[in-house]
């Protein structure tokens, strides 16, 4: 019911920026909360950050101040600003979505776009 594609993943130097979006399609209305996710090689997929309308949810600790989730409904975007990049945040990046009306976990996931910080 809902598509959701990401891209603005690359290759980067340590202290660099990069913007991740996320487009949505199909039935967009039956989206709720909004998230980034991301898995490192041989890691469990974790939670990045989320966001509820343009709200700010929650920044795992480890992005707290670098990274900034931003959502345009009208345009069925979702976005992550990451400053500073550290090698450490290295992994596939992840959109995903939880539908309205649903049980708890999340419904809708991208992809994935890689991201790789060098030192």
């Known amino acids: 019911q809902v598509q959701l594609v990401e891209s603005g993943g690359g290759q980067v130097r340590t202290g660099a920026s990069l913007t991740l979006s996320c487009a949505a399609s199909?039935?967009?209305?039956?989206?709720?909360?909004m998230a980034w996710f991301r898995q490192a090689p041989g890691k469990e997929r974790v939670l990045v950050a989320s966001i509820r309308g343009t709200t700010i949810g929650y920044y795992i600790d480890s992005v707290e101040g670098r990274f900034t989730i931003s959502r345009d409904n009208a345009k069925d975007m979702l976005y992550l600003q990451m400053n500073s990049l550290k090698p450490e945040d290295t992994a596939v990046y992840y959109c995903?979505?939880?539908?309205?009306?649903?049980?708890?976990?999340?419904?809708?996931w991208g992809q994935g776009t890689q991201v790789t910080v060098s030192s």
């Open positions: 199909g039935r967009t209305d039956s989206i709720n909360v």
């Open positions: 995903a979505a939880d539908k309205i009306g649903g049980p708890s976990g999340w419904d809708y």
